[in-house]
């Protein structure tokens, strides 16, 4: 059943440290998912610690931009944006497994890019190779496959990238 669509009564914003349980519990979730499809417990978004996650957060400004989402008062993704050079990669972007498909991961990503900072050109990230459903998702929002690699936990990866401006 397909999810319903929640994009309307959604409210993004920067989240706090106090908000660092929340984002562990739905990070969580969303990548175990990731985790079975390549038999790979250990992957990075999953040995992640509370008081990694709550450092970032404390840390949050022009250099690392992270956004989350709330319906009423449940949080139920987030994503961040680390800054190098003039690139920004996007990072643990994750949406709560039960309004997956809702629009939410697509106007969360929305919110990143405009965060970015002015000196950002473009945005780029890793997937999994046989993730279909991300790498649609990621095409869907102006970015294409550059390269691929495999990660310490033996999963291989694409690299994707785009433009800020897309039309570039
Ligand atoms: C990837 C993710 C953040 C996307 O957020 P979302 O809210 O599900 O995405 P949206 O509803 O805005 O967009 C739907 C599109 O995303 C893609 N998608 C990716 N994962 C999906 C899922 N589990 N369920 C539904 N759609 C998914 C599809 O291409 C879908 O398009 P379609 O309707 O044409 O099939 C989210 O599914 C998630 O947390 N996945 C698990 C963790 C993960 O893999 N994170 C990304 C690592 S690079």
Do not use: C, K
């Not at 519990?25 to 990731?34: D, I, L, P, S």
């Not at 990072?91 to 709560?96: D, G, I, L, Q």
């Not at 790498?135 to 990660?151: K, T």
């Amino acid at each position: 059943m397909a999810a319903p669509d929640v994009a309307a009564a959604l409210r993004i914003a920067a989240p706090s440290p106090e908000h660092a349980g929340e984002m562990l519990t739905v990070q969580r979730a969303a990548y175990v998912t990731e985790a079975q499809r390549y038999h790979a417990p250990g992957i990075p978004p999953l040995r992640e610690t509370l008081q990694e996650i709550r450092a970032d957060l404390v840390g949050a400004g022009p250099a690392l931009v992270v956004r989350a989402a709330w319906l009423g008062t449940r949080l139920v993704g987030s994503v961040r944006g680390r800054v190098g050079g003039s690139a920004m990669e996007v990072v643990r972007f994750t949406v709560a497994p039960d309004v997956q498909g809702g629009g939410v991961g697509r106007r969360l990503l929305e919110a990143l890019h405009a965060a970015a900072p002015a000196s950002v050109g473009s945005f780029w990230l890793v997937t999994g190779e046989r993730s279909d459903d991300n790498v649609r998702f990621y095409v869907a929002a102006g970015y294409r496959v550059v390269g691929s690699s495999v990660d310490d936990a033996g999963v291989e990866l694409v690299r994707m990238e785009r433009a800020r401006d897309p039309q570039q």
